[in-house]
């Protein structure tokens, strides 16, 4: 039983760019390696756009646009290893557009992992170099593509926007139905939180489907000191496009499982990587989903999440970060 896509998000333009639904999956073996009595699965890794991944919801709205707008190349931003810009690569060859990343930092060499696949896509970058501004720097090479007659579209990073946010909204729909067909009524619904798109529309949309289930984003970096303000601030931009009210749901997020920083191994994170991967067989990424997973360990050996509450963990995708650096992504190997 899917929960019906509310009228005012079937009226905003999207182009189908995610494979979906995506599965809702029961974990036992992991579960119980856990100590919990029921985990579910949302698995957006498997949303199909260039190895899928949670970008993939948000691009459909956002690409949309750019096409409305007669965009001829999609510009974004990221760090070097972002997932969020490989599938905006991936998006823009899907409607015949260039795309531009930003890179954050120096430049670097070697390409694996995601900037492998950049270069496969086709895509140019730019580095924007130590200590500038990333958004200022992106800002200023669609500005210099204007001046040369292109037409770009900026996609915010992470593609976090009030419009990004709906095909969250939508997902948020979708997952609710899906755990009402096998009678599940979750506690918790785990996601990790980076720039905070997924987890506004995930809250949104629950909301909105009138679910009492509490979502918790699991910070990845410091990048953002307030979380709850920020996904507070993009979900009254979704509901301002949707025409709703703002509810007065809001995330609870977990803080304190980032470590020495974005992208950085945990003893946590390193944990939850290999638990996932050999009790049940579950291919997380280093980067965002092992960090969410960790905190949900965190969570549970300080017992304040119980054995009997029932977790949705949403797989938001982003393995090709498992195959650049293993020194900086996974930390040391296990003994």
Known sequence: ??????????????????????????????????????????????????????????????VAEALAQDADVLVTRGGPQSNHCRATAAAARVVGMDAHLVFEGDPIEELAGNLLLDRLLGARWTFAGAGRDVEQRMQEVAADMRSEGRRPYVVPGGGSSGRGALGYVRAALELAGQWAEVGVRPRYVVAAAGSCGTLAGLTLGLALAGSEAQVVGVSVSTSIADRVARTREVMAEAGALLGVALPEARPLVWDQYVGAGYGIATELSTRALELAARRQGLILDPVYTAKALGGLIGELEAGRVRADDAVVFVHTGGTPALFADPAVYWGPPPA
């Open 1 to 62: 039983m899917l929960v019906p896509v509310l009228p005012e998000l079937e009226r905003i333009p999207r182009l189908e760019l995610a494979i979906a639904p995506t599965p809702l999956q029961g974990a036992p073996r992991l579960a119980a390696a856990l100590g919990l009595q029921r985990l579910l699965v949302k698995r957006d890794d498997n949303t199909g756009l260039a190895l899928g991944g949670n970008k993939a919801r948000k691009l459909e709205y956002l």
